[in-house]
C-alpha cells in the first residue's frame, strides 16, 4: 500500500506517501464480508424481500455510475435513462433470437458502451447545463426512433422471451445474483478507474481544468472514458431490470425510458455524497427505504427523495457520507493519497488529521 | 399545397416554441441558469389558468394577465430563495436543484391532477375559426394569434432589455456582475426581476400550449423544455431573434416530418436538432463561440 514518493524531505527522509491513513486491510475485509452475506441473502429472505434488493441492487448501480459522471468528470448527465433503455433492449433483442438473457447482460453492458461512443460526439463540446439537456433530448430521440421498430415491440413494448417455466422464487434469486454482480463489479470498476490513471486526470482536471489541459492532460478523451464507462454500468443495469420485469416496455412515464431513473440516481447520489464511492450506496439505502415506506402513496417518495436532495445540495453539499467523512475521517474506499507527516506513524492518537483526495 | 400547408403551420407552430424558449434564453443569459424546471413551471401555469377559469368563469384570454402576475411573483420569491441560494454554490448544485423541482413538479401535478390531460377551452368557435388561402391552406385564428403573441411578446422583451432603465440594469449585471455590483446596482434583486419576466413568458406559454392542444403533466419536459432547448440550440445563443427562427426551423422541420409519416414529427425536429448541432453548433445566427 505504502507508495515511495519520488521527492524526499530536506533531511533525506524519505517521505511516505499511502492511499488512506488507516489500514485499508479492514475495510477490505469488511466490503467482502458484505459482499458474501448479501450473496446468501436469497437463502435467508423469501422472494418478496429479494426483489425489493434487486431494485436497490439496479439503482446502486445507476448511482454509482451517475456519481463517476456528476462527481468526478463534471458531466451531469439528465440523459442516462437512454442507456438504461438501451441496455434492456440489448438483453431483449439477442433473447428473441434464443440467446439466453443472462448472457444478454454482456452484450447490455458492451452495446451500450459502443452507442455512447457516436452520442458522446453529439454532445462533447456542451458545457454543464447544456449537456445535461442535450442528453436528456437524446435519449428522448433513441426511445423515439425504438418506438418506431415494430419488431421490438414499437410503443408498447415486449415481453422477454428464454426465462419462463422455471419457479419463480429461483428466478428472482438468480435475477438477485446477476443484480447483485452488476452492483460489485461497477462499484468495484469505478473504484479501479478512480485509482488508475485516469483517475488522477480526473482529479486534476476537476481542480483545474485549464491547467490540467496546459499540461497536456487529454481532458476530452478522459472525459469519453468516463461517459462511455457509464454507458455499460448503465446498460447493464438495463438489462437487469429487462430480467427483473420480464418485459421491456419503452415510453417516458413508467417505462425504461423514464427521466425518473436518471431522478433515481441522481438524487441517491446526492443525498448519499457527490464525489465520494460510498455516497452513492449510502443514498441507495436512503432511496430504498422511503421508497418501501411510501410505496402505497404512488410517486411521493419521489417527491420527498426530490425534497430531501435539494437541501442536501444546498445545506449540506458533502451529502451523509462526506458529513461522515468530514468528523470521522474514514474512507472505506480510498482513491486519494494521504501524506504522512514525518515521524507520524499510524497508531499515534487522532490528530486533526486532513486526508488529501 | 399540402406541403405549402405544412410548413405554414409548422412556421405558426414555431411561434409558440419560440415562446417556450424566450424564458429558458433569458434565465441563461442573464444569470447563468440553465432551468431544468422550466417547462414543468409552464406546466404549472397551464394548470394555474385551469383553475382559475374553473372557479371564476373568467373567459380564457382574461385569465392570460393574471396568471403572468403570479407566476411573476412565484419567480421573483424563487430566485431570490433557492435559485440565488443555488447559484452561489456552484453550477453542478444550480443543475441539481432545477432537476430537482423539475421532478417534484411534474410527480406532484400527476398526484394532484391525475395524468389525465387537460384543455383550456377557449370556446370551440375560436379554435376551430380558421381563414383559407386558395383551397387546400387554411389558417386557424387561435395559431395565428399565438403566433403573432410570440412576436409581440419576443419585440416587447428585445425593446425592454435595450430602452428601459431595469432592461439595462439587467444587461450590465448580465455582463459582468461584480462590476455592476460595485456601481451601486444589488444584482440578486436585478436577478429577481430577470427571474419575474422569464417566468412571466413561461406563463404566456403554458397557457397558449393548452389553448392549441392540452396540458398534463408530463408535457413540461418532453414537449416543453426539450423543444425549447431544440430552439435555443438550432437559432443559437444570446439572440431572441435566433430564438424565434430556431423555433420557426423546429416547428417547420416537424410539420414537414408529420407530411412525410405521421409518427415522425417529433423525430423530424430533433433530426435536424442533431444536425445543426453536429454542422453549426453555434446556431444559424449566431458567430460567437458555443460556450
Known amino acids: 500500500m505504502t507508495e515511495t514518493a519520488k521527492t524526499s524531505l530536506r533531511s533525506g527522509e524519505p517521505l511516505k506517501v499511502t492511499r488512506s491513513r488507516r489500514n485499508v486491510f479492514l475495510s477490505g475485509i469488511g466490503a467482502l464480508a458484505v459482499i458474501v452475506v448479501l450473496f446468501l441473502l436469497p437463502y435467508y429472505v423469501g422472494p418478496g424481500t429479494t426483489g425489493i434488493m434487486v431494485q436497490g441492487l439496479i439503482v446502486l448501480t445507476l448511482a454509482s455510475m451517475w456519481n463517476l459522471l456528476a462527481g468526478y468528470a463534471g458531466l451531469v448527465s439528465v440523459g442516462q435513462q437512454a442507456f438504461l433503455g438501451l441496455g434492456a433492449y440489448f438483453v431483449l433483442i439477442p433473447a428473441m433470437h434464443g440467446v439466453t438473457p443472462w448472457a444478454g447482460l454482456f452484450i447490455a453492458a458492451i452495446g451500450a458502451a459502443v452507442c455512447a461512443v457516436p452520442l458522446w460526439w453529439l454532445v462533447a463540446r456542451l458545457r454543464l447545463g447544456y449537456f445535461a439537456i442535450a442528453t436528456w433530448v437524446l435519449a428522448s430521440v433513441i426511445m423515439l426512433v425504438i418506438e418506431q421498430i415494430s419488431s421490438v415491440g414499437g410503443g408498447t413494448g415486449m415481453p422477454l422471451p428464454g426465462l419462463s417455466g422455471g419457479d419463480a422464487a429461483v428466478l428472482t434469486a438468480h435475477t438477485y445474483w446477476a443484480a447483485l454482480t452488476v452492483a460489485v463489479l461497477a462499484i468495484g470498476g469505478v473504484y479501479l478507474l478512480l485509482r488508475s490513471k485516469i483517475g488522477l486526470v480526473l482529479t486534476a482536471i476537476r481542480d483545474d481544468e485549464r491547467a490540467a489541459r496546459s499540461s497536456g492532460v487529454r481532458v476530452g478523451l478522459a472525459r469519453m472514458g468516463v461517459f462511455v464507462a457509464a454507458a455499460a454500468g448503465c446498460g447493464a443495469a438495463g438489462g437487469v431490470l429487462a430480467i427483473e420485469q420480464l418485459q421491456v416496455v419503452p415510453g417516458t412515464s413508467g417505462g425504461v425510458f423514464s427521466v425518473q431513473w436518471t431522478a433515481e440516481m441522481a438524487f441517491a447520489v446526492i443525498i448519499g455524497g457527490i464525489g465520494t464511492i460510498e455516497g452513492p450506496i449510502l443514498g441507495t439505502i436512503v432511496y430504498l427505504v422511503l421508497q418501501q415506506t411510501l410505496q402505497s402513496y404512488n410517486a411521493w417518495y419521489l417527491i420527498i427523495l426530490g425534497i430531501v436532495a435539494i437541501a442536501v445540495a444546498i445545506f449540506a453539499r458533502r451529502g451523509l457520507w462526506g458529513t461522515l467523512d468530514e468528523r470521522l475521517n474514514i474512507r472505506l474506499f480510498p482513491v486519494g493519497y494521504y501524506l504522512w507527516a514525518p515521524g507520524e506513524s499510524r497508531r499515534r492518537k487522532r490528530q486533526p488529521a486532513r486526508a488529501g483526495s | ?291
Open chain 2, 1 to 291: 399545397m399540402a406541403w405549402v400547408n405544412a410548413i405554414i403551420q409548422g412556421l405558426l407552430t414555431g411561434g409558440l416554441y419560440a415562446l417556450f424558449a424566450c424564458g429558458l434564453s433569458l434565465m441563461f443569459g442573464v444569470m447563468k441558469v440553465v432551468n431544468l424546471a422550466h417547462g414543468d413551471l409552464a406546466t404549472v401555469a397551464g394548470y394555474i389558468a385551469v383553475g382559475i377559469i374553473a372557479v371564476s368563469h373568467v373567459p380564457v384570454l382574461w385569465s392570460i394577465p393574471i396568471v403572468v402576475v403570479l407566476m411573476a411573483v412565484l419567480g421573483y420569491i424563487l430566485q431570490r430563495s433557492i435559485i440565488q441560494a443555488a447559484i452561489t454554490r456552484g453550477e453542478l448544485t444550480t443543475l441539481i436543484v432545477t432537476f430537482g423541482l423539475s421532478i417534484i413538479i411534474e410527480n406532484g401535478l400527476q398526484q394532484f391532477f391525475t395524468a389525465n390531460s387537460r384543455g383550456l377551452g377557449v370556446g370551440d368557435s375560436f379554435i376551430t375559426a380558421s381563414f383559407s388561402i386558395g383551397s387546400q391552406i387554411s389558417i386557424a385564428y387561435l395559431n395565428l394569434g399565438i403566433f403573432v403573441l410570440a412576436v409581440v411578446v419576443l419585440l416587447g422583451l428585445q425593446q425592454y432589455l435595450s430602452r428601459s432603465k431595469y432592461g439595462r440594469l439587467i444587461r450590465a449585471v448580465a455582463d459582468d456582475r461584480e462590476a455592476a455590483q460595485l456601481s451601486g446596482a444589488d444584482y440578486r434583486h436585478v436577478f429577481g426581476i430577470a427571474a419575474a419576466i422569464a417566468f412571466g413568458t413561461v406563463a404566456i406559454a403554458g397557457i397558449c400550449e393548452g389553448m392549441i392542444t392540452t396540458i398534463s403533466p408530463t408535457i413540461g419536459t418532453d414537449t416543453i423544455l426539450l423543444f425549447a432547448f431544440a430552439s435555443v440550440v438550432i437559432g443559437g445563443l444570446g439572440s431572441l431573434w435566433g430564438t424565434l427562427l430556431g423555433g420557426v426551423v423546429l416547428g417547420v422541420a416537424q410539420a414537414v416530418g408529420a407530411q412525410i409519416n405521421g409518427s415522425w414529427e417529433t423525430l423530424a425536429g430533433y433530426a435536424v436538432f442533431l444536425l445543426v448541432l453536429v454542422v453549426r453548433p453555434q446556431g444559424l445566427t449566431s458567430r460567437g463561440v458555443q460556450s
